[in-house]
C-alpha cells in the first residue's frame, strides 16, 4: 500500500466542506489550485484561514492544500480553519490543548433557518393592516 505524505482531516461551516490536506513544508496554502488570498480575496478570510497556524507560531512549517465546496466564501473560510486545526491535531497531539482554548476545534453548528409558507422569509410576517 503506498502512503501519502499528506495528512486528510474535513472541516464544515454552514453548507460549505472543505477537505484539508497537510504535509510538512514552506508555508504553501492552494485552496481549488489558487493562493488562498487569492482565492477568498477578502483580509478577514484570509486573517480566518491562517489563524490555527498562527497560534502554533507553524506559519511557514507546512504546505496546505484545500477543496472546499458549497456555501459562500465566509462558510468555506470557516470550513478551512477547522479543517486545518483538525488536521494539525493529527499530525500532533500536543497542538490539540492551544488550538482547542482558541476556539478552532468546535463545529459551529448554526444553519440557516428554512422558509416558512405565509412569510417573507423564516420569521418575517407580511405587514398588518388593521382596515
Given at each position: 500500500?503506498?502512503?501519502?505524505?499528506?495528512?486528510?482531516?474535513?472541516?464544515?461551516?454552514?453548507?460549505?466542506?472543505?477537505?484539508?490536506?497537510?504535509?510538512?513544508?514552506?508555508?504553501?496554502?492552494?485552496?481549488?489550485?489558487l493562493?488562498?488570498?487569492?482565492?477568498?480575496?477578502?483580509?478577514?478570510?484570509?486573517?480566518?484561514?491562517?489563524?490555527?497556524?498562527?497560534?502554533?507560531?507553524?506559519?511557514?512549517?507546512?504546505?496546505?492544500?484545500?477543496?472546499?465546496?458549497g456555501?459562500?466564501?465566509?462558510?468555506?473560510?470557516?470550513?478551512?480553519?477547522?479543517?486545518?486545526?483538525?488536521?494539525?491535531?493529527?499530525?500532533?497531539?500536543?497542538?490539540?490543548?492551544?488550538?482547542?482554548?482558541?476556539?478552532?476545534?468546535?463545529?459551529d453548528?448554526?444553519?440557516v433557518?428554512?422558509?416558512?409558507?405565509?412569510?417573507?422569509?423564516?420569521?418575517?410576517?407580511?405587514?398588518?393592516?388593521?382596515?
Amino acid at each position: 500500500m503506498i502512503r501519502s505524505p499528506y495528512t486528510h482531516a474535513i472541516g464544515r461551516r454552514k453548507r460549505s466542506v472543505a477537505r484539508v490536506y497537510i504535509k510538512p513544508g514552506q508555508g504553501n496554502i492552494v485552496v481549488n489550485d489558487l493562493a488562498y488570498d487569492q482565492y477568498f480575496g477578502r483580509e478577514t478570510s484570509t486573517m480566518i484561514t491562517r489563524q490555527p497556524l498562527e497560534t502554533l507560531g507553524a506559519l511557514e512549517q507546512y504546505d496546505i492544500k484545500v477543496n472546499v465546496s458549497g456555501g459562500g466564501k465566509s462558510g468555506q473560510a470557516g470550513a478551512t480553519r477547522l479543517g486545518i486545526a483538525r488536521a494539525l491535531c493529527l499530525i500532533n497531539g500536543e497542538f490539540r490543548t492551544p488550538l482547542k482554548q482558541a476556539g478552532f476545534l468546535t463545529r459551529d453548528p448554526r444553519e440557516v433557518e428554512r422558509k416558512k409558507y405565509g412569510r417573507h422569509k423564516a420569521r418575517k410576517r407580511p405587514q398588518f393592516s388593521k382596515r
